[in-house]
Structure formats: C-alpha cells, structure tokens
C-alpha cells in the first residue's frame, strides 16, 4: 500500500514529481509532530486541568500561535482561497477582524482570568445562572459539527482529492474515492495527538504548525506573482472591482432603474452577489467579536496562560499574526484565477466563459501547489497544507471535548474523578469525529465552504455576542434576559439554517426552490449578513426587556463579572498586568488594519 500511495502522491503533483529534499521536509515535519506529541505526554499529568487547559501554564507565544493556528485551517487553505478566487478580497473583512482579538487582550481577558472558569459557559453560569450555562454548550455543540468539525473535515477531502485524485480504496464492494480517504486520514492522524496529549500537545503542535504553514503559504504566493508577471500584472488581470472591499450602495449604472428585489433574487441594498458591504460593515464586526472574544475554540487558549499579562501579549501577538491571511490564501486565490484567466496549463477549468466556478474553485489553493511551485518547495508547502488540516480540527476536538466533559458530564456527575473526565473527554472527542462525518454530504452541496462558514456563524453568533458583552457591560441584566435572548437567537438561527439546507429543501418538497414571494422564499433570499443583524436586534432587545421586568441579580454573583462591580483591587491588578509596549503593539495592528482597508478600495 505505501509504495502505491507515494506513487499516485508524485502523479498527482505533475511531471516535476517530489525529490528527495521534499520528502526529507514532509519527514522532518512528522518526526517533529511525534516528538513533540510524545514530550506533551510525558509532561502530562491525569487532571481534568493539565488536560483541558495545559495546567495553565503556557507562555505567550505559544498561546498566540495556537490561537492563529486554530483559526488559520483546512477552510482557510481551501474555502478562504476559493472565496479569493471567485470575489476577490470581499473575504478580507473577515480576515482583518485583528482588532477583535485587542478587544479580547484588553477588554475581556480580565473577567476570564478572575473568574479562573474552564470554558464559556462556565463563565456565564457564574455571570447569569447554570441554566445558561447548559444551553451555551448545546449550542457550541451543534455549531462546531455545523462548522469547525465538519467543515475542517471535508477540507482535507478536497486537498487530498486534488493531491492524490487517483487514490482508490476498496472495501468489501464499496469503493472509498480520495475525497473519503482524506477525510478519514486527517481525522485519525489529528485525532491521535489530540486525544492522547490534550491542550498541551495540541498547542505545542500548533506552534510547530504555525511556522511551517505561514511559510509555505507565503511561497505559493511568491512563486504565483512570478509566474504571473508581477502585482500589477494581477491587478491589471482581475481588475479593480475584485481589489475593492468597498462597493457602491447602488450599482453603477443602475441609479435611476435599479430597485430592492431584483437581481439574483436577492433582498438586499446593493447585489455584490454574496457580500453586500452594509452587511458586512455591520454583521463581520458581530460574528467576530463573538468568534474572538467568547467562542471556546479561540479562548481556550487564553485560558491556558498563568496569569492576565501573558493571555493577553499572546492575543496581541495573535493579532499581528491574522493580519497575514489577505496575503498567503485570499491573494493566492487571486493569482490562481489571474493565471487561470491567461490561459495558464491546469487552470483553466476553473472559468466558463471567463467567470470563476465556485465548486471547482475550491480547489485553488492545491492546484496553486501543484501548478507554480518548482522542485524543492513544494515538500514544505504539502506539509504546510497537513499542518493546517491538522491544527484546526485538534483545536476544535479539544474545545468540544471540553465543553461536553466540563460543562455537561461534569454537572451531571459532580463526583467523578479526575481520572474519569480525562476519559470521558476522549470518549467525546471520538463521538463529535464521527457525527462531523455523516455531516459531509450536506457541505457538499453547499455554494461555497468559506460562504457555507460564515453563513452558520452568522446565523448562530449573534445571541452569543449580546448575553456576553451587555452582560459585561450592563450589569442590571440577569439570568432571566440571558436565557430568553439565547433560547430565542438560536431558535431564529436554525429556522435559517434548515431553510437553507439543500437536504431539508428536498425532503420538504421544494426540489426547486420555495414558491417566489412566500416565507420561506424571503428567508432563504435576504442576505445573511442582514439576517444575521435581525438576530442580533431582536436578541438584544429581548434580554433587555426580559431583564428590566424580572428582579436585578445579586451583588454577590455579578461583584467582579462586570466594570460595574470591580473592585478597586481587581481593578489595579489589572493595570499592573500591562505596559507602555503593549499599548504601541496594540496600536500598530490597529494601523496595519487601516492601511489594508485603504488600500483595497479598488
């Protein structure tokens, strides 16, 4: 089997197959992984905290890499590339969203730190009530099999099937193509680190993995302006509308004729196909506040730091390390596009009648690996495209391991030995494994994986977002407003899920399409940039009102959860934890940020 396997890998990769300096980096880069999965273990002690949280002790690089590198996955290399190649830099807003992790240093990291919680909703119970708690995790649950577990997944599918497209496995009369073997191997090759070393291993990784895929990214995008004839030979190919995160409200043209519900059915202010800039202006800053700041995949993180100084250096490091997607996948997806518009061998199947095709343009960013790379780089590029399979999904593995064992098993068996919850986290790590994998052909049918991403997300942040800023923010709210604004946001957000989903589609009887002008037909059609911002006002507003009508909570359960109810001491410690050089770094990503906005405005 393995001499088959290395033998469709150097087919796949084209007539300039692999040499021997790229599997000695393809080696080196798992010899590396096992070394350091084999140091978390011995360093690993059987507690709930050493698991789950690394016993609290990780430095601040290490927290900033781990961060980025959960974030920066498998959707990023194939959905976020792909998005580049059919949109241009409308994704960007996402990817500059750098600034939610200074919120995340400066605002919230000192109610996490006090509280010293290990997860979110744990947080909230103590905040709100244990009733909140309990439905926060049903709802990460379900989000992270809507999106990190499954999606994650079926991204490694996607590079394996471009990588290996003559990978064949046959059992019993049932044949696996490359896409379902791909699948599995990420999981099992990431499951095993995850689940044997917990935090630490899957941090310790990441750090590894952060280096190895910033710099093979970057080299894709090298090798591809070169191929290309140059940055302005790119903007010349793709033109201004695809370097501009700014459109018009009203298309050019259009002002006197143009109307609300018209093109491409779709209600909107203005039909930039997918990504209407009002909804972006509004909606992005929700889901990533809510994604940066409350979310248990990214704040785990921060949670494993001794103390508030480090958590919060490593989610300013991790700030400067986001400002690099727009450039190592988005521009990537770009150049694949550019070269695929000139007629360059390998791409051109990507357009029909010079547009780009979603689905196949999923593909970018391998086929990028396979078509401008020389021999000698493109080892650590396939290893930098393992990395990010990889570190994604044990990010997710471990933060839906936590979420269960902590916040539900825990409470359930209040009892239970150390020893047992290290087990039952394992035990839910293989669980969320393998209901992610009958989640896959739903994605499949999906318009695009990194839209299909930020759909769900902006469909189920919105309610996460409100009970946990107002809750910091305004401490009159109580655990009556919390639990109405959760119950009610999610309900809104799943309405919109199920309508959306081709599956429920065809099992309700419209095959092809709701009836124009019905319900269903209008929830299906308003963008969910817009969609997602009614979640958020109607959550906002429901636990304000349940709150002012019900009794105030207790000094004693929100005294230090709140800037109201900090104490002087709380508060000194807090400005004894940073310094002068933290404020300029802040201050620096915040002017990258601006600079990046200014210069994509077509």
């Known amino acids: 089997m393995f001499p088959r396997i290395t033998d469709l890998v150097l087919a796949s990769l084209g007539e300039s197959s692999l040499g021997g300096l790229d599997w000695g980096v393809i080696g080196l880069y ?19 905290d050493d698991y789950f949280l690394a016993g609290r002790n990780l430095g601040w690089f290490v927290v900033a890499a781990s961060i980025f590198s959960s974030n920066i996955g498998s959707e990023h290399l194939v959905g976020l590339a792909g998005s580049g190649c059919t949109d241009g830099v409308a994704m960007a807003h996402y990817e500059l969203h750098a600034w939610c992790l200074l919120v995340l240093a400066w605002v919230m990291i000192p109610f996490y730190a006090r509280s010293m919680v290990y997860t979110m909703p744990e947080f909230l119970e103590k905040r709100f009530t244990p009733a909140a708690r ?35 496995l046959n059992l019993g009369g049932f044949e696996l193509d ?97 990504f209407p800039w009002l909804g972006m202006l509004f909606c992005a800053p929700i889901v990533g506040l ?49 070269l695929a518009k000139t007629g360059t061998a390998g791409l051109s199947d990507l357009l029909v009648d ?52 902590m916040d539900l098993y825990q409470k359930l068996r209040p009892g239970a030995s150390q020893h047992q919850l290290v087990w039952v986290g394992r035990l839910a790590t293989t669980i969320m494994v393998l209901i992610a994998l009958a989640w896959i052909p739903v994605i499949r049918g999906q318009r695009g994986l990194y839209f299909y991403l ?21 401490k009159r709210l109580n655990g009556k407003g919390c639990l109405a604004a959760l119950i009610v946001g999610f309900i809104l957000g799943v309405f919109r899920l199920a309508v959306d989903t081709p599956v429920l589609l065809k099992l309700s009887g419209y095959e092809n399409g709701y009836p124009e002008g019905s319900l269903f037909w209008i929830v299906n059609n308003i ?23 019900t009794e105030p909570p207790s000094w004693e359960r929100i005294q230090g959860l709140t800037y109201g109810t900090a104490t002087e001491e709380q508060r000194r410690r807090t400005r004894e934890s940073w310094t002068w050089a933290d404020v300029a770094a802040s201050a620096l990503v915040l002017v990258c940020i601006a600079a990046a906005y200014l210069y994509f405005t077509g």
Not at 244 to 264: C, I, Q, R
Not at 305 to 324: D, Q, T, W, Y
Not at 375 to 395: E, I
Not at 542 to 549: D, G
């Open 30 to 48: 798992f010899l590396a992984l096992l070394g350091l999965t084999w140091y978390s273990v011995m360093k690993n002690r059987d507690t709930a």
């Open 134 to 168: 309990w439905v926060l995790s049903t709802i990460s649950l379900v989000a992270y099999v809507l999106t990190k577990l499954a999606v994650g997944i079926f991204a490694g599918g996607i590079v394996f099937q471009v990588l290996l497209p003559e990978l064949r």
């Open 178 to 274: 490359s896409f379902w073997i791909g699948s599995v191997a990420v999981v099992l090759m990431t499951g095993l680190y995850t689940v044997i070393g917990g935090l630490r291993a899957v941090a310790y990784t990441d750090t590894l993995q952060t280096i190895i895929f910033i710099a093979g990214s970057a080299m894709v995008t090298v090798f591809g302006l070169i191929q290309l004839g140059g940055w302005q030979q790119l903007r010349d190919v793709c033109g201004s509308d695809m370097f501009n995160l700014w459109k018009p409200l009203v298309p050019e043209g259009m002002e006197a004729t143009w109307a609300p519900v018209k093109e491409s059915h779709r209600i909107a202010w203005y039909f930039n196909d997918k």
């Open 290 to 338: 809510w994604y940066w700041c409350t979310d248990q995949y990214i704040v785990q993180r921060a949670l494993a730091a001794p103390n508030e100084r480090v958590a919060r250096r490593g989610s300013i490091c991790a700030a400067f390390m986001k400002l690099l997607p727009v450039f190592v996948f988005i521009i990537p997806g770009m150049i694949c596009f550019a």
């Open 354 to 405: 010079g547009k780009p095709v979603a689905d196949k343009c999923q593909a970018a960013f391998p086929l990028m690996v396979k078509t401008v790379l020389p021999v000698g780089m493109r080892g650590l590029v396939v290893a930098g495209l393992l990395s990010a399979l990889m570190s994604s999904l044990a990010g997710a593995f471990n933060a839906s391991s936590t979420l269960f064992t």
């Open 454 to 474: 930020q759909a769900v997300q902006g469909y189920l942040a919105p309610p996460i977002f409100v009970v946990f800023f107002f809750g910091v923010f305004m």
């Open 527 to 549: 963008y969910f940039q817009y969609y997602s911002l009614g979640i958020f006002l109607i959550s906002a507003a429901v636990m304000i009102v349940v709150s002012y009508l």
